[in-house]
């Protein structure tokens, strides 16, 4: 388990590299709740997500001797582009291994902050293949995007956020994919306030840590195509944190479908003006859906904003996208 003097220090530590995102109210998902809703807007973060906190964090911490031979991570794209910019700020050579359903803006997004991508398989455990052998053969160090200590602790300082900026929060919603984010975010918010709900939203389409929670313990869950891009792949069978701190501080898990997650990204859109990616609109789509109902003062995370503006035009402009075509497990 993280604790709560592992996350304050992880803040001072990113303090002069990671932005305080604001935290606004919405007064249309208001409205549509009968209770006061606020959206932390932490899209608007250097690199576009959250990644960067834990990404800038682990960097940080690292011996003289493991930054002299780089860091090497797995990414579905965030992580990446976090890992990358956090290297490059202190002068670290960084390896990014994703799979081929990482979608080319993300891709791009990695690459321009300086990284190396090497593009293997279908999936995170494919792209895990490269990481491993760079470890071992190269002595690289492998920043993970989720399961690790320092990435847990920095994303917590969401949570320090959170409740700084709403102290009557009540409810939270927050994406849940590997469960960095949320491990690091419930750590946080239940030190502060015991009574606080944290609500794990992730997609019905191969939503690993909802299957793994429903199981009981960390199994393989086949990574598929989705608007919410980011929350792909699996938890690792050797999980050793985030399915615990999932099961042990995390009260209730969510699934949205496809059609509404575009919905959320057309709201954000047309009602917030804020330009989401799938991932960062899941908090909005579950609230949109009723899915969740809250009965005080809520937050929704909106995690993420780098998604592919072609992709975003025809979601805007009302075009039933599917992503899915062609997938033989749809």
């Given at each position: 388990?993280?604790?709560?003097?592992?996350?304050?220090?992880?803040?001072?530590?990113?303090?002069?590299?990671?932005?305080?995102?604001?935290?606004?109210?919405?007064?249309?998902?208001?409205?549509?709740?009968?209770?006061?809703?606020?959206?932390?807007?932490?899209?608007?973060?250097?690199?576009?997500?959250?990644?960067?906190?834990?990404a800038t964090n682990a960097i940080l911490n690292l011996s003289d001797e493991q930054r002299a031979k780089g860091v090497v991570g797995v990414s579905t794209g965030n992580h990446g582009r976090g890992l990358a910019y956090a290297a490059r700020q202190n002068g670290v050579r960084c390896i990014v291994a994703i799979s081929q359903l990482v979608?080319?803006?993300?891709?791009?997004?990695?690459?321009?902050?300086?990284?190396?991508?090497?593009?293997?398989?279908?999936?995170?455990?494919?792209?895990?293949?490269?990481?491993?052998?760079?470890?071992?053969?190269?002595?690289?160090?492998?920043?993970?995007?989720?399961?690790?200590?320092?990435?847990?602790?920095?994303?917590?300082?969401?949570?320090?956020?959170?409740?700084?900026?709403?102290?009557?929060?009540?409810?939270?919603?927050?994406?849940?994919?590997?469960?960095?984010?949320?491990?690091?975010?419930?750590?946080?918010?239940?030190?502060?306030?015991?009574?606080?709900?944290?609500?794990?939203?992730?997609?019905?389409?191969?939503?690993?840590?909802?299957?793994?929670?429903?199981?009981?313990?960390?199994?393989?869950?086949?990574?598929?195509?989705?608007?919410?891009?980011?929350?792909?792949?699996?938890?690792?069978?050797?999980?050793?944190?985030?399915?615990?701190?999932?099961?042990?501080?995390?009260?209730?898990?969510?699934?949205?479908?496809?059609?509404?997650?575009?919905?959320?990204?057309?709201?954000?859109?047309?009602?917030?003006?804020?330009?989401?990616?799938?991932?960062?609109?899941?908090?909005?789509?579950?609230?949109?859906?009723?899915?969740?109902?809250?009965?005080?003062?809520?937050?929704?995370?909106?995690?993420?904003?780098?998604?592919?503006?072609?992709?975003?035009?025809?979601?805007?402009?009302?075009?039933?996208?599917?992503v899915t075509a062609g997938d033989e497990n749809a």
């Amino acid at each position: 388990m993280i604790d709560i003097a592992e996350i304050e220090a992880a803040r001072g530590r990113i303090a002069s590299t990671v932005h305080r995102t604001r935290t606004e109210l919405s007064d249309r998902l208001s409205t549509a709740v009968d209770v006061p809703v606020y959206l932390k807007l932490e899209h608007h973060q250097r690199t576009g997500s959250f990644k960067i906190r834990g990404a800038t964090n682990a960097i940080l911490n690292l011996s003289d001797e493991q930054r002299a031979k780089g860091v090497v991570g797995v990414s579905t794209g965030n992580h990446g582009r976090g890992l990358a910019y956090a290297a490059r700020q202190n002068g670290v050579r960084c390896i990014v291994a994703i799979s081929q359903l990482v979608p080319q803006n993300k891709i791009d997004g990695i690459r321009a902050q300086g990284a190396e991508v090497r593009i293997v398989g279908q999936s995170q455990d494919d792209a895990q293949v490269e990481v491993d052998r760079l470890v071992e053969e190269e002595g690289m160090t492998m920043i993970p995007p989720f399961d690790h200590p320092d990435i847990i602790a920095g994303q917590g300082t969401l949570g320090l956020e959170l409740i700084e900026d709403v102290p009557d929060l009540t409810t939270v919603l927050v994406q849940l994919s590997g469960g960095g984010l949320i491990s690091g975010v419930a750590a946080a918010l239940k030190a502060r306030k015991p009574d606080i709900r944290v609500i794990g939203v992730s997609m019905e389409r191969g939503a690993a840590m909802y299957a793994c929670q429903k199981a009981g313990k960390p199994i393989a869950v086949p990574e598929l195509s989705t608007l919410a891009d980011s929350l792909g792949g699996g938890i690792g069978l050797d999980n050793v944190y985030t399915f615990e701190m999932t099961r042990d501080l995390v009260d209730d898990i969510v699934l949205v479908s496809e059609a509404e997650i575009a919905a959320a990204i057309r709201h954000a859109y047309w009602q917030e003006h804020q330009i989401i990616e799938g991932s960062g609109s899941v908090g909005i789509a579950a609230l949109l859906a009723g899915k969740v109902r809250p009965n005080g003062e809520t937050v929704l995370l909106l995690s993420g904003g780098n998604i592919d503006m072609a992709l975003h035009h025809r979601i805007v402009s009302g075009e039933d996208v599917d992503v899915t075509a062609g997938d033989e497990n749809a």
